[in-house]
């Protein structure tokens, strides 16, 4: 998913007003990032933010961050944003093991949108939703913790009904053709694309209290 040889990648992340730099600096501060006391949204992995940048537009009164590794891919959704005033977004360029360093217990739900399934078994702690990332996810939360996620990789779909089943978490929604639901979706640059190939899209809520 990297792109490469953005020219001015760097710097127009660095200036953009809805990415934060340093982010370590607002631990347990972003209600006064957002100026309100509204739920934080995570979305974990956002590549070209076409899912949280639909998601604020929406939602108003709920606040959201995007995650994303590289600033090759968080540059375009900067681009995407350049004519939108959105006061509950922002954007965060870091790697998702750093999380615990950025926030205290104030996400109430993390989003997991189309994420690397990392195939290979040697390579299993490296998922999202394996016990490398559960227990991080734990300090982040607020209270109750709501894990949403999409993905096209019936595996690693498999793998994390068990992984958040053994963890304790209770699946309380899930599909395995959200396009043919009536569930109000907001799409990704990826589920564009595979849905437009005819390729299932499996879905689930978690929940753990």
Request: include cysteine.
């Amino acid at each position: 998913m990297r792109l490469r040889n953005v020219k001015n990648a760097k710097e127009i992340v660095n200036n953009s007003k809805y990415v934060i730099n340093s982010p370590k600096d607002y631990k347990g501060k972003y209600n006064k990032v957002f100026n309100n006391d509204n739920p934080i949204c995570l979305e974990i992995g956002m590549g070209k933010g076409d899912f949280i940048i639909n998601m604020a537009l929406q939602h108003p009164d709920i606040n959201y961050i995007g995650l994303e590794k590289y600033q090759s891919i968080v540059v375009r959704a900067v681009e995407k944003l350049e004519k939108l005033e959105l006061k509950n977004l922002k954007l965060i360029c870091t790697d998702a093991q750093e999380l615990e360093e950025i926030f205290a217990k104030e996400i109430d739900t993390i989003y997991l949108n189309f994420s690397d399934p990392w195939p290979k078994k040697r390579h299993a702690k490296r998922r999202l939703t394996s016990n490398t990332f559960l227990p991080i996810y734990d300090k982040v939360f607020k209270d109750s913790k709501r894990i949403v996620q999409k993905t096209d990789n019936v595996s690693l779909f498999e793998y994390s009904i068990v992984s958040l089943s053994n963890y304790g978490y209770k699946i309380v929604d899930i599909s395995l053709d959200l396009h043919n639901t009536d569930k109000d979706n907001v799409m990704t640059e990826y589920e564009k694309k595979f849905s437009s190939q005819g390729i299932r899209i499996n879905y689930l809520e978690a929940v753990k209290k």
